[in-house]
């Protein structure tokens, strides 16, 4: 391969930064030009400073159809990559890999399936861009955070359809306690598809839960996200 396809190559991976919204001191969003990237809600990408060797995954929290790429930031102190990313300026250039993995939605959308989004954290950016990309999907969303804080843009959600699990906090908009709390107080019934995305305890702990309510394992599909 010559010297000018070589740079062709890398260029096509490299995204201008247009926007980056703080949401509280540690995470934010990232909006970037999405190049005709291509990629199913429910993906992931490889995410990087331009001038470094080191890349994170992030799942992509933009819909299919904006003309736009987004993912939701959390800052992890020691890390490699999000506290690059936080320091970060519209202008600048990102590197971004091919969008890969398999955590979405049926091929077929049935608009009256009854969809159950569980998360914690940013794990709740694969079902904004399901809602995003499908906005007549039948869900309700779960989203296990310490506090009211950390409650990313709820506002995009029907409130009838949205229930924040608040681990350290009480607040009259919120059900106190634990994910996995709520289910057991609030069993699941009938035919339900399940969707769990955020950290691996509470992926493994809320899986054993909804197969005790009779949820088969084939209607349950998870994302460790970190």
Same mark, same amino acid.
């Given at each position: 391969?010559?010297?000018?396809?070589?740079?062709?190559?890398?260029?096509?991976?490299?995204?201008?930064?247009?926007?980056?919204?703080?949401?509280?001191?540690?995470?934010?969003?990232?909006?970037?030009?999405?190049?005709?990237?291509?990629?199913?809600?429910?993906?992931?990408?490889?995410?990087?400073?331009?001038?470094?060797?080191?890349?994170?995954?992030?799942?992509?929290?933009?819909?299919?159809?904006?003309?736009?790429?987004?993912?939701?930031?959390?800052?992890?102190?020691?890390?490699?990559?999000?506290?690059?990313?936080?320091?970060?300026?519209?202008?600048?250039?990102?590197?971004?890999?091919?969008?890969?993995?398999?955590?979405?939605?049926?091929?077929?959308?049935?608009?009256?399936?009854?969809?159950?989004?569980?998360?914690?954290?940013?794990?709740?950016?694969?079902?904004?861009?399901?809602?995003?990309?499908?906005?007549?999907?039948?869900?309700?969303?779960?989203?296990?955070?310490?506090?009211?804080?950390?409650?990313?843009?709820?506002?995009?959600?029907?409130?009838?359809?949205?229930?924040?699990?608040?681990?350290?906090?009480?607040?009259?908009?919120?059900?106190?306690?634990?994910?996995?709390?709520?289910?057991?107080?609030?069993?699941?019934?009938?035919?339900?598809?399940?969707?769990?995305?955020?950290?691996?305890?509470?992926?493994? @702990?809320?899986? @054993?839960?909804?197969?005790?309510?009779?949820?088969?394992?084939?209607?349950?599909?998870?994302?460790?996200?970190?």
């Amino acid at each position: 391969m010559n010297k000018v396809s070589e740079a062709n190559k890398i260029s096509t991976k490299l995204h201008e930064i247009l926007e980056i919204k703080h949401l509280t001191d540690s995470t934010f969003i990232i909006r970037m030009e999405r190049n005709n990237l291509k990629f199913k809600a429910g993906q992931h990408i490889n995410v990087g400073p331009a001038n470094s060797i080191h890349t994170r995954e992030y799942s992509i929290y933009s819909g299919e159809n904006d003309d736009y790429l987004e993912i939701l930031v959390k800052e992890v102190t020691d890390g490699f990559i999000s506290p690059v990313l936080k320091k970060q300026k519209p202008g600048n250039m990102l590197v971004v890999e091919e969008p890969v993995g398999y955590f979405s939605l049926p091929s077929q959308i049935d608009p009256n399936e009854q969809l159950l989004f569980i998360a914690t954290g940013t794990g709740i950016s694969p079902f904004h861009s399901f809602i995003k990309s499908y906005p007549v999907l039948n869900y309700r969303i779960l989203h296990g955070i310490r506090n009211t804080t950390e409650k990313y843009e709820s506002d995009f959600y029907a409130p009838s359809r949205y229930v924040a699990c608040t681990s350290r906090q009480k607040s009259q908009d919120s059900y106190f306690g634990r994910v996995t709390n709520y289910l057991e107080e609030n069993p699941i019934e009938g035919k339900v598809r399940c969707y769990l995305c955020g950290n691996s305890s509470m992926i493994h @702990d809320v899986y @054993d839960l909804l197969e005790t309510q009779g949820i088969p394992s084939e209607k349950i599909h998870a994302e460790v996200y970190f």
